[in-house]
């Protein structure tokens, strides 16, 4: 079963096990006072776009961290295991850690081809990549500080990050890679060491090119993982459902990550409908499955996630289950979002119940 640590406020800390935890993937809905969500529903920022927020820069902070405690009671409501911050703090994924680097130009952005096959503005590496400071390490302390139950950060990996960056200085695709997972190791330290029980690392682009991620990504990945101790996840997708619309029925790069350092492997399976067999192909990861189709608006009946949960139990044992939605749930109305999180709560405690006869 999953062991995750538990806090409260006086201060003490003891392990817990838990059968089918749940958690989101990392994102929830920012609330339309923070941000313009009909410009962020129409992008995936790889540089800053800060004319997205709707609050004056000498009240953002103190915005974001009241969006923050929203997202926090919001999961605790919904009756989720595992407690992220939403990235309420974040215009992407990626592009909070990524432009805070030094070696980066995001003034004068550079241009890569993204997933859709478009060109889009992205970080343009200048010189030696350094992360001169914790990036995401207020974030972790606000969010541990906000709930009692088990946390999880997230972070942009080094392979996805280098596919989202001109390179103007090393020339080179696996050097950017590794100076990219050298800056991620220190900020997974920091992080683990600040309290998370879960640091979860975002690696969608390995999907997008396979070949290059078993040329140099696993290796870049697990040089991100270096010396860590703690639980990590790698979250591979097809892309935001807002944004991909057409999604292949399986991954291209997936049983590669059966010999990585992490030990659970994020997968999206409910809008793609995917031939859960595949999980067989990673016999050593914990599994955490995608239940929740962040394509449709229709909110999932529990029993409807019931279902999808059993028949992952055809191919992995419960207890190397954590059950989530497909992906991030940041373009999702937040109402939408919200009845879609407590199914998915409702529906891995049936599951939960009858394997435990509770």
Not at 207 to 221: C, E, I, M
Request: proline fraction near 7%; charge should be neutral.
């Amino acid at each position: 079963m999953q062991r995750f640590s538990r806090r409260f406020a006086s201060g003490i800390c003891y392990q817990f096990a838990m059968l089918l935890p749940t958690s989101l993937v990392g994102s929830y809905p920012q609330p339309e006072w923070l941000i313009d969500r009909v410009k962020l529903s129409k992008q995936v920022p790889r540089v800053r776009v800060d004319e997205l927020w709707l609050v004056p820069p000498d009240k953002l902070e103190v915005a974001q961290d009241d969006a923050t405690v929203l997202a926090i009671r919001d999961q605790e409501r919904a009756g989720l295991d595992i407690v992220t911050d939403g990235e309420q703090r974040r215009e992407s994924y990626s592009n909070r850690f990524a432009t805070a680097l030094n070696g980066i130009d995001i003034d004068n952005p550079g241009t890569v081809i993204n997933r859709n096959g478009r060109p889009i503005p992205v970080p343009r590496v200048v010189g030696p990549i350094r992360r001169s400071r914790p990036i995401e390490l207020r974030d972790l302390k606000f969010l541990r500080a906000n709930t009692g139950r088990a946390v999880k950060a997230t972070l942009p990996g080094p392979f996805t990050m280098g596919k989202q960056a001109q390179d103007d200085y090393y020339k080179d695709e696996e050097a950017v890679a590794l100076a990219y997972a050298a800056a991620v190791n220190a900020e997974i330290k920091d992080l683990f060491a600040a309290g998370a029980d879960v640091v979860q690392i975002d690696e969608p682009w390995m999907q997008q090119h396979p070949d290059k991620a078993r040329q140099y990504g696993l290796k870049a990945l697990d040089r991100a993982l270096d010396g860590v101790t703690g639980t990590v996840a790698v979250h591979l997708c097809f892309g935001y459902a807002a944004v991909v619309h057409d999604k292949p029925p399986g991954y291209s790069f997936l049983p590669e990550l059966d010999g990585c350092k992490a030990q659970q492997i994020s997968i999206e399976a409910a809008q793609p409908k995917l031939d859960l067999k595949v999980l067989k192909e990673l016999p050593s990861k914990t599994i955490i499955l995608g239940v929740i189709d962040l394509a449709d608006v229709t909110i999932e009946t529990p029993q409807i996630v019931a279902d999808r949960i059993r028949a992952a139990l055809a191919q992995v044992p419960a207890e190397r289950l954590v059950v989530a939605p497909d992906c991030g749930m940041k373009y999702l109305p937040r109402v939408v979002a919200f009845g879609k999180m407590r199914a998915m709560a409702d529906g891995a405690a049936m599951v939960r119940r009858e394997l435990t006869g509770g």
